[in-house]
């Protein structure tokens, strides 16, 4: 059979442009390896409708919702080669199968590169936070941490003081003059010790251990990680990308199109921002994009 439509990944972005796709009445073929970024956070917060529930609950349930039209087929693979004959994508699944589509939907997400910091792992997406909007409001005036992992690191310490009172752990680096003042300015203590390690009981915190064998009370640790794509498939398809201060991202234009033909993206992979709401919206634009070149040709 060939899809108007294969979108790789069914995570927020991919499943709400599989919805608007089957609600035009395409052929859809969504390939999904049930394992979204947000995966290991106990709730979602800030989406229109479902604050505070469970991302993998919501997942089962559009997916489920999805799955009610005819026109669309969901495969738990994972897609493993792309290419493009005779004017259609051929895609390779993990299962020795093949998908033969007319549009491609780059949606396959991010992977975050965590730190080796004993305790650390264990508690991300609970205790272990990166966005303060999304998590932030849980430990409101409770004492929270930065890590410092990168050059966006400091831009974060300033931020995280909106929901309570912050330490900005230095962890071997240094800092400028103006960084020094930034965060002074917003009250943010400067702790220079280098981190050993994680405290607290299952997957709270409770404190940091320092290298001289001190422990500082903490309730919340914010990262910047850097991350990952999790496929090469924009590389192997020839899809432009650009650097970001974490990570790369597809390149896109407003309407979700990258520099191939008929290859689209949505989601974390294009951007900087990184919530719910942004990847349905990426979905949703993706989706619009593809149907109008099923109706009216793409273009060269």
Known sequence: M???????????????????LARA?????????????NRFARASHGFFAQ????PLIMLDNMR????????????????????????RFSVNLA??????????LLAFGIRDLLPELPGLAERWGHSVLHCPYCHGYEFSGRRLGVLN????????????PEWGPTTFFLNGGTLNAQATADLEQRGVTIETVAVEGLVGEGRNL??????????????????????????DLAERLGCATEAGPLG?????????????REVYAAGDVTRMGHTVTFACADGVMAALAIHRSLVFGSGE
């Open 25 to 37: 009445r395409r052929s859809v073929c969504v390939l999904d390896t049930r394992k979204p970024r």
């Open 248 to 260: 790369s991202m597809i390149t896109v234009d407003e309407m979700k199109a990258t520099n191939v």
């Open 149 to 160: 992992m990168s050059p966006m690191s400091v831009h974060q310490a300033c931020l995280i």
């Open 206 to 231: 409770s404190a940091i251990r320092l290298a001289d064998g001190r422990e500082k009370p903490l309730d919340a640790l914010f990262i910047g990680p850097s991350y990952r794509f999790n496929s």
């Open 51 to 54: 604050d505070g529930s469970d």
């Open 64 to 87: 489920r919702q999805v799955e009610t039209y005819p026109t669309l087929r969901i495969l738990e693979e994972a897609a493993t080669d792309a290419r493009r004959e005779d004017g």
């Open 2 to 20: 060939q899809y108007d439509a294969i979108i790789i990944g069914g995570s927020f972005a991919g499943l709400s442009a599989a919805l608007y």
């Open 95 to 104: 299962n020795g199968e093949t998908v033969i589509g007319i549009n491609l």
